[in-house]
């Protein structure tokens, strides 16, 4: 069955940088584009964008340039988010979920910034 | 126009129809897709292209879409649907970015 697991909560402090990772399995890596979503608390689903991990090209949303880095390793079937220069809001729960149609998400990552 | 505007609440009363809408000029090109968010959980899709459930998710939720407005229906909701609704799709500009709803919180009285 087609499972997204991400990595642990994270507690981090302002200026700081954050990398989650979401496992893949039950489909083939290199078919499924994976998207990142933000939920910040108490708010709506935002998406982030996406990465297309047959050819690597990602595609970011607006506001989500220059700090956000989406990757991959398909040897291990895994997508990551890292985030630079973390600031007090970017404190929020970040999902990874499958293209195209958003079908299976992980179970989210809290991501806390604070001093 | 790259939004998509939905109620911000809805009710319903145990075992009644409710609606649950999503407009924007996407949807004239794209289909809408539904997500279900339990307090404290992960979304889960509930609805696609237009009129499909995902394995796993009751026959009392449909889908519509007529011209720039999209509709998940509960026929008999019950007291397990009470959650945030986020529809979402494609926005319009062609280069096929996501984008979501604000969201609906629907209260089963």
């Known amino acids: 069955q087609v499972q997204l697991v991400q990595s642990g909560s994270e507690l981090k402090k302002p200026g700081a940088s954050v990398k989650v990772s979401c496992k893949a399995s039950g489909y083939t890596f290199s078919n499924h584009a994976l998207n990142w979503v933000r939920q910040a608390p108490g708010q709506g689903l935002e998406w982030m964008g996406c990465?297309?991990?047959?050819?690597?090209?990602?595609t970011y949303a607006q506001g989500f340039t220059g700090r956000f880095v989406f990757s991959f390793d398909t040897s291990v079937s895994t997508a990551y988010l890292q985030i630079s220069s973390l600031k007090a809001d970017d404190t929020a729960v970040y999902y990874c979920?499958?293209?195209?149609?958003?079908?299976?998400w992980g179970q989210g990552t809290l991501v806390t910034v604070s001093s | 126009s790259s939004e998509l505007t939905q109620d911000p609440a809805v009710s319903v009363a145990l075992g009644q129809t409710v609606r649950i809408t999503c407009q924007g000029d996407s949807l004239r090109i794209y289909y809408a897709s539904w997500y279900q968010q339990k307090s404290g959980q992960a979304p889960v899709l509930v609805m696609y292209d237009k009129n499909n459930r995902p394995s796993g998710i009751p026959d009392r939720f449909s889908g519509s879409i007529s011209e720039s407005t999209a509709s998940l229906t509960i026929t008999g909701a019950q007291a397990e649907d009470e959650a945030d609704y986020y529809c979402?799709?494609?926005?319009?500009?062609?280069?096929?970015?996501?984008?979501f709803g604000g969201g609906t919180k629907l209260t089963v009285l």
């Open positions: 990465i297309n991990t047959n050819t690597g090209i990602p």
């Open positions: 979402n799709s494609r926005d319009s500009s062609g280069n096929r970015l996501v984008v």
């Open positions: 979920t499958r293209d195209p149609i958003l079908d299976y």
